[in-house]
């Protein structure tokens, strides 16, 4: 199946040119900062208008000083050797793991331990797991999947198991379940040996299963899961507000700026339920243009493997696209309660400064591989 699959990809578009690839990877990302700039602003409104407020364009403005920051190390990455990118995902991963333990030890910023104490507050899980794709596509591509020694495979693990044991001790279930999914995808896809890659699966199921079993207000976020009628008094009230945040949306949307349930139903509104703001004041036709959106971010970064010159730029280029998606779908299945609540961001829409950083480096990454490929892939290197 994963030779199938590969070959698939690897057959498709082949004789197209970067132009192609470089100029609609570029729009679509402008899109989505552009999307996310109006609902961040429709969104945080309630929380910065009035006498007590930071005033109306607040979260609006940090944010596109976010994006003109991260612009900037997009544009430097553009210029990195290729033997400089597994030393930038090393410092990444090292760096932020560390800050990590730092958040989880110290109880974080107002009790969230996902982000670190003043005055560095910031989430450094979510650039982390960047330096972690970079990383773990260098890791994979020094060999042929089947030539992996005991040594290579236990770093690859030792790696793993790091970032999962810090996602654990900072009680961040949402993200962890993105990291496995991006770990197991990356693994499939670069032909890991899978009698090795199915004990990822296994240990990753245990330490799931035991971290909801643990924490009692875990195990009610799956009960309410099932039945948040019954849960209206606990998280079984946002999953019905963000679904009636949704509902009111309909085919033509309320209008930009009008949705009620911002002013105090929907937990976060400009963070974890931006997508349900988004659905309620744009409709079907604005929740169809954000999911073609991504659609089409997945498959211009598939589009930019197909150019890739090495095994290296083929698993940076599906690493980096699988992480935005995947993290997307996550989110907005969370929003629709087709996974159990978790709290995310939403790639490029969500307000946040360390979600649109790590975004922005995802996509850089992306961009520096279409740029450094070729029209044609070398099929030798990369089956």
Known sequence: MRIAVVQWIMNWRQQSSRTEVIYPLIYVLILLVLIGIATIESASYPLTSGPTGSGAFYYCLSHLAGVAVAGVFVILFQFCPLWLVPWVGAVLFGVNLILMGVAAATGGYQGNRSWTPPPLVFQPSEIAKVGFVILAAWLLSRKQPKTFTQREVLVFFGLTLAMTVMLGLQHDMGMLIVFFLITIAMLFLSGFPLHRWAVVVAVGGVLAVGGIIMEDYRVSRIKAWFAPKEYLDGPG???????????????????????????????????????????????????????????????????????????????LAIGCGLMLCLQAAVQMAVATNLLPPAGLTLPFISYGRSSLLASMLAAGVVLWVVRRGKPTPVLSELD
């Open 237 to 315: 009230y946002h999953i019905m507000n963000s679904l009636i945040a949704i509902s009111r949306g309909g085919v033509r949307g309320l209008g930009i700026g009008r949705s009620p349930d911002k002013w105090g139903s929907l937990p976060y509104p400009h963070t974890d339920s931006v997508f349900c703001v988004l659905a309620a004041e744009t409709g079907l036709w604005g929740t169809a243009l954000l999911l073609g959106a991504f659609g089409a971010l997945a498959v211009l970064s598939f589009m930019a493997a197909l150019r890739a010159t090495s095994r290296m730029e083929w698993l």
